[in-house]
């Protein structure tokens, strides 16, 4: 594999930043980001930095239209996305699908446990270090194996957005590494099988 082809994923409220930080990588080639609908911030950030854009809906076969617009990427990375993922895409881009999210699995993860719930969890519970976990997706909210983690520490003065952003500049630089990861594991088992 060279550089990676990837879709990205994103929510309706999605900012787009882990999108920017992994086109602009140069550790991945984005191919396409799918966001729900036309006003997702990530989308004009997306159209600012050139990368083709398909809005993709939930609805009636929401995962065969979600495969169709992903075509021939080597991953999907999820980036903001809040659903779980449609079986069809799972099986389709087996092993191939990434999210990322801000603690450090399994602390801290599963339903609900998104945004700013995620950075003052972490506090109220007094850890003294956060980070960022970058996972394979299955059909669980945060449970796939996990591939990279940064690590931050929790300073005693920390506000939830204090501890948001140093753990956001983390995750810009985990995901590029992970996805350069991913397609190294690949890589190696494709020359290593029979
Ligand atoms: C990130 O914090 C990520 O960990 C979580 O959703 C947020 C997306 O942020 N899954 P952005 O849209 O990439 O800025």
Same mark, same amino acid.
């Given at each position: 594999?060279?550089?990676?082809?990837?879709?990205?994923?994103?929510?309706?409220?999605?900012?787009?930043?882990?999108?920017?930080?992994?086109?602009?990588?140069?550790?991945?080639?984005?191919?396409?980001?799918? $966001?729900?609908?036309?006003?997702?911030?990530?989308?004009?950030?997306?159209?600012? *930095?050139?990368?083709?854009?398909?809005?993709?809906?939930?609805?009636? +076969?929401?995962?065969s239209?979600?495969?169709?617009?992903? @075509?021939?990427?080597?991953?999907?990375? *999820?980036? @903001?996305?809040?659903? &779980?993922?449609? $079986?069809?895409?799972?099986?389709?881009?087996?092993?191939?699908?990434?999210?990322i999210?801000?603690?450090?699995?399994?602390?801290?993860?599963?339903? @609900?446990?998104?945004?700013?719930?995620?950075?003052?969890?972490?506090?109220? $519970? @007094? +850890?003294?270090?956060?980070?960022?976990?970058?996972?394979?997706?299955?059909?669980?909210?945060? +449970?796939?194996?996990?591939?990279?983690?940064?690590?931050c520490?929790v300073?005693?003065?920390?506000?939830?957005?204090?501890?948001?952003?140093?753990?956001?500049? *983390? +995750?810009?630089q985990?995901?590029?590494?992970?996805?350069? &990861? $991913?397609?190294a594991?690949?890589?190696?088992?494709?020359?290593s099988?029979?």
């Amino acid at each position: 594999m060279d550089i990676p082809r990837v879709g990205i994923l994103v929510g309706p409220r999605g900012r787009g930043s882990n999108m920017a930080a992994i086109a602009r990588s140069g550790f991945a080639d984005v191919s396409v980001v799918i $966001a729900p609908s036309e006003s997702a911030p990530a989308v004009q950030i997306a159209h600012d *930095l050139g990368l083709a854009v398909s809005i993709v809906p939930p609805g009636d +076969e929401y995962g065969s239209r979600l495969v169709e617009a992903l @075509g021939k990427v080597d991953f999907v990375c *999820l980036a @903001g996305y809040m659903r &779980l993922l449609p $079986a069809e895409v799972l099986r389709t881009f087996d092993g191939r699908v990434l999210n990322i999210h801000p603690s450090l699995l399994p602390k801290f993860g599963g339903q @609900g446990m998104y945004g700013s719930r995620v950075h003052e969890a972490v506090i109220a $519970a @007094g +850890e003294s270090e956060s980070g960022c976990t970058v996972h394979y997706v299955n059909d669980k909210y945060d +449970e796939g194996s996990p591939l990279l983690q940064l690590r931050c520490p929790v300073m005693p003065e920390d506000t939830a957005e204090a501890l948001a952003a140093r753990v956001l500049a *983390l +995750e810009h630089q985990a995901y590029p590494w992970a996805i350069e &990861l $991913a397609a190294a594991i690949i890589h190696r088992r494709s020359e290593s099988s029979p």
